[in-house]
Each structure stands twice: as C-alpha cells, then as structure tokens.
C-alpha cells in the first residue's frame, strides 16, 4: 500500500512561484510512475503533468508547458512540482497520484492518491 502525503500549497499572487511536494511512504516509490492531476471548482480532474519511474522522462499539459517542471528524488521518496508564472486559472486542488502506466495522463490509470493541495491564485 503506498501512501501520499502533498504539501506547498498556498495563496499566491499572479506570476508568483510555489513548489509542491508528495512524499510516499512504502519500498515501491521508485518503481512507481507518478503524477500530478487538478481539480479545479465545479470541474473535472485534470491532468498536469508525470515522471517516469527512473525521473528520466516526463510529461506535462500544454497548460502548464514552460511554466511547470515535475521532479522527483527517489532516495527521499518525494515528488515534486515546480510551479512558475502562475495564473489565475492554475486555482485548483492539486493531487499527487502514483502507479500509472509509462507516461499516463488519465486518472484512471493511477492507483493511488493522495488528499490534495488547495493552489489559489490571486489576480
């Protein structure tokens, strides 16, 4: 059983930065894709962005390409996405989800989730 715990939620301002961490509990973190989706008020969750197990390969939306980077440092277990020029629209619960298929964005192709980040952006 993994578990995930986000954290580096926060309210910021238009063009501000914030970095969010998941940190995974269980021996699997490295052999595990991993993913971050959103959820936004009264919307679907949405896909944002996915590491490849080894950290060599990723993925991210056309939303945020250019402005989020994900990362991931398998000795401490943790996932991270680094969230730069941030924009009214990127307001949203953010997840960290592990156990995807090699490059999966759907959330249905992830097996765990963590309680989610409130992100708010203020114009």
């Known amino acids: 059983q993994v578990q995930l715990v986000e954290s580096g939620g926060g309210l910021v301002q238009a063009g501000g930065s914030l970095r969010l961490s998941c940190a995974a509990s269980?021996?699997?973190?490295?052999?595990?894709?991993m993913g971050w989706f959103r959820q936004a008020a009264g919307k679907e969750r949405e896909f944002v962005a996915t590491?490849?197990?080894?950290?060599?390969?990723?993925r991210h939306a056309n939303s945020v390409k250019g402005r989020f980077t994900i990362s991931r440092d398998n000795a401490k277990n943790t996932v991270y996405l680094q969230m730069n020029n941030l924009k009214p629209e990127d307001t949203a619960v953010y997840y960290c989800?592990?156990?995807?298929?090699?490059?999966?964005?759907?959330?249905?192709?992830?097996?765990?989730w963590g309680q989610g980040t409130q992100v708010t952006i203020s114009s």
């Open positions: 269980g021996r699997t973190f490295s052999s595990s894709v």
């Open positions: 989800a592990a156990g995807g298929i090699f490059l999966a964005t759907t959330s249905t192709e992830y097996g765990h």
């Open positions: 590491i490849s197990k080894s950290g060599g390969t990723t």
